[in-house]
């Protein structure tokens, strides 16, 4: 079925790393984020989770706002 979509191969376990990344830049908390993919500690989801240009992106942001705002 992927093949036919033109996707790669991927395992479930691989949606659960992209779900972890998206909630993360939809800014859903990292603790909601564990809650979820019923994580018991923090370090396992952030092991799940990557940072991504948006994330990088947003927080420069952030910072910039809170300098020069």
Known sequence: ML????LRDA???DA???AA?????QGVDIRV???IL???????TKRYTHVTSK???D???KIGKALWA
Not at 3 to 6: D, H, L
Not at 21 to 25: F, I, K, M, N, V
Not at 38 to 44: D, E
Request: charged fraction near 15%; aromatic fraction near 0%.
């Open 3 to 6: 093949q036919a979509a033109g």
């Open 11 to 13: 395992r479930p376990h």
């Open 16 to 18: 659960r790393h992209t």
């Open 21 to 25: 990344t998206l909630l993360l830049e």
């Open 33 to 35: 984020v564990q809650e």
């Open 38 to 44: 019923g994580h018991s500690t923090l370090a396992v």
């Open 55 to 57: 994330l990088a992106e």
């Open 59 to 61: 927080t420069a942001a």
